[in-house]
């Protein structure tokens, strides 16, 4: 599925004349100004996935960024952005092919740690609760408690809970499931398995971070299935190799001047790992 089908940027001459006219004695950045023009980047033409491939400091992220405000995408994290941002978009343009979908949202790293981080306080929070409930378990197993008063009754409740039953039993019916279960890897792929859902556009930046390898497999085949089958639309910064083999994906190489389209083999970050593996092929 095709919505975001065209993304013009400034080129450098718009850019040239709208910094000639503003007074910068107040500003130490222009940013996003002179950031994309660098290496010539004028339009993005969009497939079902496209990807955006380059070092730090290529662009990919302010690209992402950029295409996310310009066409009003949710979001969570906040982002680098300047004074000049929305001068910045204001010369953007952009085309679809069909309406964008309101669920249709960009997805950060940032995004991913916070839930992450959030998951691993959830889970602090549990394991302390388990460890009082505990002890009010034994309290209550080897207590004989009477009621005495209506106030009693939540008393009453856990004492006959604790006579009845067995310890794990007790603890499971007080608190709710214990999510701790799930490594950092392995809460990444699920905030990313929830957020992304049937007819939807996202801009994904980096989202291999935090995933193991396997994981990063396991992700590109979720993402090849939701562009396939489910009405989705990627545009994705990486550069992980298995995201980059994703089956029918474009492939923007941003470090290059002009930056152009290549295929994932060709790309310098690629051929480093495929050199490296062939010299010690021997030893697999």
Known sequence: MIYLSHFAFPDIELEYSFLMGIKRTCYDTAYPFQVLSRHGLRMLDFEPVTILYGGNGSGK??????????????????YNRSNFFEDYTAMCNYETQMDIPQRSRIITSDDVFDFVLNLRCLNNGINNRREELFREYLENKYSHFRMKSLADYEQLKKSHMAHTKTQSRYVRSNLMDNVREHSNGESAYLYFSEQIQENGLYLLDEPENSLSPLKQQELMKFLEDSARFFGCQFIISTHSPFLLSMRGAKIYDMDEDVVDVKRWTELPGIRVYFDFFKRHEEEF
Request: zero cysteines.
């Open 61 to 78: 992220t302010t690209a992402l960024n950029v295409i996310a405000e310009k066409i009003g995408l949710k979001r969570e994290s906040v």
